[in-house]
């Protein structure tokens, strides 16, 4: 069994200031200089637009320094994804292309490199979106493993999927995690028992697992339960 380990945060531009800065001092930089001193450690990372922004804005030289240290090394896939946050699946396939090419523009000037997976956590995954991904020099996607429509929980990690041609690798999330992680935020459990239950998830799998975690969710649980130093 092997971990994919991913972190993800939708913060928007009306975000207030102090939230940004309480994630880049109590995930940001621990987080990712622990990557940096530890080669070969692998993560991946999405980050919205408006974070991206603020992390310039702000004068967060290091932070950037790292992030763009890790991803040219290797050790930090970042993901891009929709630049304004809309629903790509509600989005003409033009309109998806646009939206992702403009925020993988964004991270090449930010940290010199080119994003080549992108970011569909909760939204609705169609194999129609494929042809227009590739296009974009995307080849691999991130989702969720909830199906919305259907109303199911995919069970497999990741696989191969093909559309006129054109091939994407699929990244299913694990939505045990996910739920775990929207429990803690919520203050239904505490952090012994989220690190208790991430533990289950990895004990009983029979294959690769992803997890890819919401900073957002993890920074207002800790909040509530004044877990900032764990």
């Given at each position: 069994m092997r971990l994919a380990l991913g972190i993800y945060t939708e913060m928007s531009m009306s975000t207030p200031a102090p939230a940004f800065r309480r994630a880049l001092a109590l995930i940001y930089r621990?987080?990712?200089s622990y990557l940096y001193n530890n080669p070969g450690l692998k993560m991946s990372l999405y980050q919205s637009a408006a974070m991206i922004r603020h992390i310039d804005s702000s004068g967060c030289t290091?932070?950037?320094?790292?992030?763009?240290?890790?991803?040219?090394?290797?050790d930090l896939e970042i993901i891009t994804g929709s630049y304004?946050?809309?629903i790509i699946s509600l989005n003409p396939p033009k309109d998806r292309s646009l939206q992702i090419e403009k925020m993988t523009t964004m991270i090449r000037r930010y940290y010199g490199v080119r994003a080549t997976s992108c970011f569909f956590y909760g939204q609705i995954w169609s194999p129609s979106f494929i042809h227009p991904l590739r296009n974009s020099g995307i080849s691999s996607?991130?989702?969720?493993?909830?199906?919305?429509?259907?109303?199911?929980?995919?069970?497999?990690?990741?696989?191969?999927?093909?559309?006129?041609?054109?091939?994407m690798k699929i990244h299913v999330s694990s939505d045990d995690a996910a739920?775990?992680?929207s429990h803690y935020a919520q203050g239904k459990i505490g952090f012994d028992e989220l690190q208790a239950?991430?533990?289950?998830?990895?004990?009983?799998?029979?294959?690769?697992?992803?997890?890819?975690?919401?900073?957002d969710?993890?920074?207002?649980?800790?909040?509530?339960d004044g877990s900032d130093d764990r």
């Amino acid at each position: 069994m092997r971990l994919a380990l991913g972190i993800y945060t939708e913060m928007s531009m009306s975000t207030p200031a102090p939230a940004f800065r309480r994630a880049l001092a109590l995930i940001y930089r621990p987080v990712f200089s622990y990557l940096y001193n530890n080669p070969g450690l692998k993560m991946s990372l999405y980050q919205s637009a408006a974070m991206i922004r603020h992390i310039d804005s702000s004068g967060c030289t290091e932070v950037n320094f790292l992030l763009a240290s890790l991803a040219k090394r290797s050790d930090l896939e970042i993901i891009t994804g929709s630049y304004s946050q809309t629903i790509i699946s509600l989005n003409p396939p033009k309109d998806r292309s646009l939206q992702i090419e403009k925020m993988t523009t964004m991270i090449r000037r930010y940290y010199g490199v080119r994003a080549t997976s992108c970011f569909f956590y909760g939204q609705i995954w169609s194999p129609s979106f494929i042809h227009p991904l590739r296009n974009s020099g995307i080849s691999s996607v991130v989702i969720s493993a909830y199906r919305a429509p259907q109303r199911e929980t995919i069970e497999r990690g990741s696989f191969i999927m093909n559309e006129l041609g054109k091939r994407m690798k699929i990244h299913v999330s694990s939505d045990d995690a996910a739920a775990l992680v929207s429990h803690y935020a919520q203050g239904k459990i505490g952090f012994d028992e989220l690190q208790a239950g991430l533990r289950t998830i990895l004990d009983e799998a029979s294959g690769d697992v992803v997890f890819f975690i919401n900073i957002d969710q993890l920074l207002e649980g800790a909040a509530r339960d004044g877990s900032d130093d764990r």
